[in-house]
């Protein structure tokens, strides 16, 4: 059984291009979270997003950012205009369908993107 | 609102030392705990998890974690440290309501291993 996938690993862009990140959930998974990874920071949520409904995006930045996960397919984190600042780690996770807090959530190997 | 505090965002310990790190979760419902260890550019990896059965949880690596209630705590401990265990360490408190799994993670530790 397959982890979770993302690609790319590595990106890099310059200032004003966009970004686009995926991610493939564990098979069975209906649940993806994505979370950023900033130099000597903790990991901050993004996006919490169930099969075509984006059911908490109370981390995305209000502009520039979006995030997606379509019936078929990976779920994808977008950037937009990215700027340096946008330099990271972006994880993905994904974790069972069916509410319950013991269900553990399982990490992609993230993909770092660099904006030159 | 949920929240976790690691302390101690470096700790150094040498080579067979007891390991000690430390994670305080709130949590306004019975809360879900997790352990995380990340290697340098890789993703998180699941150490353990506490989910009300066992107060004490044993993981890989040699790794366990007390849950205490009465203190609020999830100290994540290993009697001897080894090299291999150089890497990031995160405590996350999980609840769920509304038909919504929420993950809040602290900070993070790096353990540092001294030889």
């Known amino acids: 059984n397959a982890g979770v996938m993302q690609n790319p690993r590595h990106l890099v862009r310059r200032r004003g291009q966009e970004a686009r990140l995926r991610c493939s959930p564990m098979k069975g998974h209906s649940h993806v979270y994505w979370y950023r990874q900033l130099p000597e920071e903790g990991l901050k949520f993004m996006v919490y997003l169930q099969k075509e409904n984006i059911i908490d995006e109370s981390g995305m930045p209000k502009e520039r950012f979006s995030a997606e996960f379509p019936k078929e397919g990976p779920s994808i984190l977008r950037i937009q205009q990215v700027v340096r600042g946008d330099s990271a780690a972006y994880f993905c996770a994904s974790s069972p369908p069916g509410v319950s807090s013991g269900n553990t959530i399982y990490f992609g190997e993230g993909s770092w993107l660099t904006v030159v | 609102a949920q929240s976790v505090t690691q302390l101690g965002s470096h700790v150094s310990v040498s080579e067979g030392a007891l390991v000690l790190l430390r994670c305080n979760y709130s949590?306004?419902?019975?809360?879900?705990l997790f352990w995380y260890v990340q290697y340098p550019n890789q993703g998180l990896q699941l150490l353990l998890k506490?989910?009300?059965?066992?107060?004490l949880v044993k993981g890989i690596n040699g790794f366990e974690a007390e849950f205490k209630k009465s203190e609020t705590s999830f100290h994540l401990t290993k009697p001897s440290a080894h090299m291999s265990d150089a890497a990031e360490y995160f405590c996350a408190v999980v609840s769920g309501s509304g038909g919504y799994q929420k993950v809040t993670f602290g900070i993070g530790t790096k353990l540092q291993v001294i030889p």
């Open positions: 949590s306004s419902v019975p809360p879900y």
């Open positions: 506490y989910t009300s059965a066992a107060t």
